[in-house]
């Protein structure tokens, strides 16, 4: 059992957000896949005293908007997994919900749940940060949006203040001659939480140089980020396994360099080069360019 | 507070404290204990029921959200005397150690042969890979599928 809480369920945001604004404390929750387990945890560990059930809003619509992506926060990982527009226009979130937990999970856990727990293993956040992801948030008095690479300040925390709910997810897609990557590295194929995550978008040019590149990885460093240090070295260059190498060192020297050396340090320091080739990898072979023969 | 929904089939009106689990309505307040409460956040699989046709886990959802909507448990799924097709292969194939399981492959399965009626085999590892059962090593549960799958296909 869970202990003694108040349920709200609402049909109107801005029934919801009044919630929010009031002086009772509240926590919104969709799925519920973290914020139950939590709850349960301790005899009442948000110090909340009423849970708000977002799945009401109609926070699920996936469209596309002047070449934007636009995701509602209350969309499943099996809605987003499915979904045509986003299959085709950010095919590393496709990859990324579809290896999240189990189907049973996936019905129920959203896309802006795994945002706001900001786990630093979640597993859509690699993927949508090379979309260079917004974050929509509404309260009562404002509405921001807040680059889903601001959003996240630690583990576990994120800008959200006590009034404001996240309603929707920006994404913005690449050209189709980019070539992708993702890898997951877990303990076991499934209802595994990430160990490490790493992803790539990748365009190489006429002359078969890598002309944009975009490196994201999870559980490498506190906060999940784009490696810019790798991205920086790998513009210009051709792709081969030196290179990919190269890189994969470079993003092992910044994991050090932001975490210091920890006990898991041995293994994630190999780790880490390995995968970022992989991905790298996986994404020029992806990579579309008929001028190449 | 109140809440209505369909529970196999049935209309049910019931009254639930805020913070109930949906696996506690079922099994302490209905007394359904066919549904099993194994690991309690999710990764187990032994509490899954069908949500509107779908796998859930019974032990991360609230039963106030599931007003309004379709919930199928394991005792629902036999029509009348007759067992479901995907009960009678977990039988026949004897599929079933301890059972504890057992219940939320079935549910599992069901879906995922509604969905898929002639699953790949890693179509079906994928369908059934929020279940875990520690006796059977799998191999009779992979076997109980496909032989759902035929049993549905011969009674249609």
Request: overall charge neutral.
């Amino acid at each position: 059992m869970i202990p003694e809480i108040e349920y709200i369920k609402e049909t109107e945001l801005d029934l919801a957000l009044q919630h929010l604004a009031s002086d009772k404390k509240v926590i919104p929750f969709a799925g519920g896949t973290d914020v139950l387990i939590e709850l349960r945890k301790s005899k009442n560990p948000f110090d909340r005293k009423a849970l708000l059930d977002v799945k009401g809003l109609g926070l699920n619509d996936i469209y596309i908007h002047s070449d934007t992506v636009i995701i509602g926060a209350a969309s499943t990982h099996t809605e987003v997994e499915d979904n045509e527009i986003i299959k085709s226009k950010l095919p590393v979130l496709t990859k990324a919900s579809s290896l999240i937990g189990s189907k049973q999970i996936r019905n129920r856990g959203t896309i802006g749940g795994n945002i706001i727990n900001a786990s630093p293993c979640a597993d859509t956040v690699p993927a949508l940060l090379l979309y260079d992801a917004q974050i929509v948030i509404r309260s009562l008095s404002e509405d921001r949006t807040v680059p889903l690479s601001e959003f996240i300040t630690s583990p576990y925390e994120t800008v959200l203040q006590k009034d404001e709910l996240v309603t929707e997810i920006r994404a913005f897609p690449v050209a189709e001659d980019y070539g992708w990557g993702y890898y997951k590295l877990g303990r076991r194929g499934a209802v595994n939480i990430s160990r490490m995550t790493v992803a790539a978008l990748m365009k190489v040019d006429g002359e078969g140089k890598i002309n944009e590149i975009r490196v994201s990885a999870g559980s490498v460093f506190p906060i999940t980020s784009r490696i810019s240090d790798v991205e920086k070295m790998l513009v210009g260059e051709k792709p081969k396994a030196e290179i990919f190498r190269r890189a994969g060192e470079i993003a092992a020297e910044k994991m050090i360099e932001t975490s210091g050396r920890r006990w898991s340090t041995p293994y994630k320091e190999s780790v880490v080069k390995e995968l970022i080739v992989r991905v790298l990898n996986e994404a020029y072979s992806r990579c579309k360019n008929d001028d190449l023969s | 507070m109140k809440i209505k929904f369909i529970l196999n089939g049935k209309k049910t009106v019931v009254d639930v404290p805020g913070g109930m689990r949906l696996i506690d309505l079922l099994r302490e307040k209905l007394n359904l204990t066919g549904t099993r409460e194994g690991c309690g956040k999710g990764e187990c699989g032994a509490c899954t029921v069908l949500l509107d046709g779908k796998p859930v886990n019974s032990c991360l959802i609230l039963a106030a959200q599931v007003d309004g909507r379709d919930i199928l448990t394991i005792e629902g799924l036999q029509k009348g005397d007759s067992l479901d097709p995907v009960q009678r292969a977990y039988i026949d194939t004897a599929a079933v150690q301890c059972g504890f399981c057992t219940s939320g492959f079935i549910l599992a399965t069901k879906s995922l042969l509604n969905e898929n009626p002639d699953p790949l085999d890693e179509e079906i590892k994928r369908g059934i890979a929020g279940n875990l059962c520690r006796c059977t090593g799998y191999a009779k549960i992979f076997d109980a599928v496909k032989t759902a799958a035929e049993y549905i296909k011969e009674e249609n």
